[in-house]
């Protein structure tokens, strides 16, 4: 079984139960963020003498497969555009029944930005009167989409994007990111020759980096421009995936910038 190895600095913290109850995970696509939660929710459950998570224990392989009971995801309806207040209030009264089989109970939100206002109000009351053994984890590609009254009630761990074969988009989605924000066009126009006729499964990476780092690395003075610029990302990227004219899709995003 693989399984997601914690962050350096968190390892070093569940291994001395230190680990805080309340976190925003972002920095990273929305897959990348659900490894590291359910890595982080073994680190809570595992029942290993050694490092934590252990992997091979019982409950580090349930959390795993998504069978173990102290542990459940929380997400938005498909037929719904946000997290419903009913779902938050469910995870509310279901933390008070006591873990079935560990000493904590996980909570994982996927894609916590689609909380709407009274979610999150509904989610702070959870955060501030449930029981001690509860874990809330918020996953978060933009962690500024939050409350601040949320964000400041946990604690933040910022994925650095990529690594290994990745590492070369995120650095090119990072400078693209970087130009389309800055909106000068002319160098944005210099920078993207090389790759206008780019390979499809060459450039979708650098454009998923690119809207990663939007997201993320937005100045705060920027933020509905970051916003629009991440739509036409994400808009140019899933028209990529359905095998549009890539030349095309980069005149579309290069019009969106500035
Ligand atoms: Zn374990």
């Given at each position: 079984m693989t399984q997601t190895a914690l962050p350096q600095a968190l390892a070093a913290r569940a291994q001395a139960g230190t680990l805080g109850h309340a976190w925003i995970l972002t920095g990273a696509a929305e897959e990348r963020l659900e490894e590291t939660a359910k890595a982080l929710a073994a680190a809570f459950l595992c029942q290993g003498?050694?490092?934590?998570?252990?992997?091979?224990c019982k409950a580090c392989r349930k959390v795993d497969r998504d069978i173990h009971p102290d542990f459940q995801w929380v997400e938005k309806p498909a037929d719904k555009r946000e997290i419903l207040v009913s779902q938050v209030r469910a995870m509310r009264s279901d933390v008070?029944?006591?873990?079935n089989e560990g000493r904590r109970k996980v909570y994982a939100l996927k894609?916590?930005?689609?909380?709407n206002e009274e979610a999150q109000n509904a989610f702070l009351k959870v955060l501030e009167?449930?029981?001690?053994?509860g874990v809330f984890l918020l996953l978060s590609e933009?962690?500024?989409?939050?409350?601040p009254t949320v964000r400041s009630r946990c604690e933040l761990l910022r994925l650095t994007p990529g690594g290994g074969e990745d590492a070369q988009a995120a650095q090119l989605g990072g400078e693209l990111a970087e130009r389309l924000l800055a909106g000068d066009r002319w160098e944005l126009l210099r920078w993207c020759v090389p790759f206008e006729k780019g390979k499809r499964e060459e450039v979708l990476p650098i454009w998923q980096a690119a809207r990663q780092a939007v997201l993320t690395r937005g100045p705060s003075g920027q933020m509905a421009q970051a916003a629009a610029l991440a739509q036409v990302l994400g808009e140019v990227i899933a028209a990529g995936e359905r095998n549009g004219n890539m030349g095309a899709l980069w005149g579309r995003l290069l019009a969106a910038a500035g």
């Amino acid at each position: 079984m693989t399984q997601t190895a914690l962050p350096q600095a968190l390892a070093a913290r569940a291994q001395a139960g230190t680990l805080g109850h309340a976190w925003i995970l972002t920095g990273a696509a929305e897959e990348r963020l659900e490894e590291t939660a359910k890595a982080l929710a073994a680190a809570f459950l595992c029942q290993g003498d050694g490092p934590r998570p252990c992997g091979g224990c019982k409950a580090c392989r349930k959390v795993d497969r998504d069978i173990h009971p102290d542990f459940q995801w929380v997400e938005k309806p498909a037929d719904k555009r946000e997290i419903l207040v009913s779902q938050v209030r469910a995870m509310r009264s279901d933390v008070y029944i006591r873990p079935n089989e560990g000493r904590r109970k996980v909570y994982a939100l996927k894609n916590a930005w689609q909380m709407n206002e009274e979610a999150q109000n509904a989610f702070l009351k959870v955060l501030e009167e449930g029981p001690a053994y509860g874990v809330f984890l918020l996953l978060s590609e933009n962690h500024l989409a939050l409350l601040p009254t949320v964000r400041s009630r946990c604690e933040l761990l910022r994925l650095t994007p990529g690594g290994g074969e990745d590492a070369q988009a995120a650095q090119l989605g990072g400078e693209l990111a970087e130009r389309l924000l800055a909106g000068d066009r002319w160098e944005l126009l210099r920078w993207c020759v090389p790759f206008e006729k780019g390979k499809r499964e060459e450039v979708l990476p650098i454009w998923q980096a690119a809207r990663q780092a939007v997201l993320t690395r937005g100045p705060s003075g920027q933020m509905a421009q970051a916003a629009a610029l991440a739509q036409v990302l994400g808009e140019v990227i899933a028209a990529g995936e359905r095998n549009g004219n890539m030349g095309a899709l980069w005149g579309r995003l290069l019009a969106a910038a500035g």
